[in-house]
């Protein structure tokens, strides 16, 4: 066996792992939607087929409160609702990606807990290449993220299918 191969093997069953243990996962570690995305044909990771109600919300500021406040508006969605009765997708691009970021522990901690019950978390792609120029790395993404090509691409895919839009 080559060397580099013996390394990638390495890398891939103990480095990712680490990685995800350590709170620092790559942002390729996230489930992405940049090569199979058909705006006809929105997908979710979370299928709700139930849902009565159907909500996306943006968030575009780097603003923990404007955060908190998205948060507050998902929760109190599934609370009214039920998780199986309603369908809600966060998209965050442009300074709102900085509430991906698990370094923001109380938020990473909500988006988790939100998640588990149904909420998607989508991030820009575009927005974060531009974080990239300005840094020299992607972001470091919260694992429960999901990638796609652009934030407001895909707010209007979920607008034309049926999705209330919400701006907290």
Known sequence: MRHSSLFRRVLFTLGIPLLLVLGTSPAW??????????YSKPTFIHNHP??????????SQAD?????LTLNNAQNLL???????????VVAFGPGIKMYLPKN???ADRIAAINAEGVEFDVCHNSME???KKTGHLPPLDPSVVI????IVRIMQLESHGFDYVKP
């Open 50 to 59: 139930f849902a009565k109600a159907k909500v996306v919300l943006q968030v």
């Open 29 to 38: 570690a996230n489930v992405s939607m940049l090569h199979d995305f058909d």
């Open 79 to 89: 609370n009214y609702f039920g998780q199986e009765q309603v369908q809600v997708i």
């Open 105 to 107: 522990k109380g938020i």
């Open 130 to 132: 531009a974080f990239k």
């Open 148 to 151: 796609v090509p652009a934030g």
């Open 64 to 68: 923990p409160a404007r955060w908190n």
